[in-house]
């Protein structure tokens, strides 16, 4: 293929890929998008909810302000 060929390719090919775009024949249903019920939230087992707020506070406290950095144990030695 010389250069030519390839440029009119290039330009051509816009125009075929319009050409594949197919006509809606009004038989097909639109997709229905529903939303999901609302399910209330279960409190959960309280060592769960302990282990997360101590989870959290570790990374909380222990946080260089400047970086964010978090170290790798605590406390340090």
Sequence with gaps: MNRRDLLLAMAGAPFALTACKTQST????????????VVPLKA???????IH????NFFWDTAEPETGLVPDRWPHP
């Design 44 to 50: 959960l087992d309280p060592l769960l909810e302990d």
């Design 26 to 37: 009004g038989n097909i249903d639109p997709v229905v998008v529903r939303a999901r019920p």
């Design 53 to 56: 707020e101590r989870t959290f």
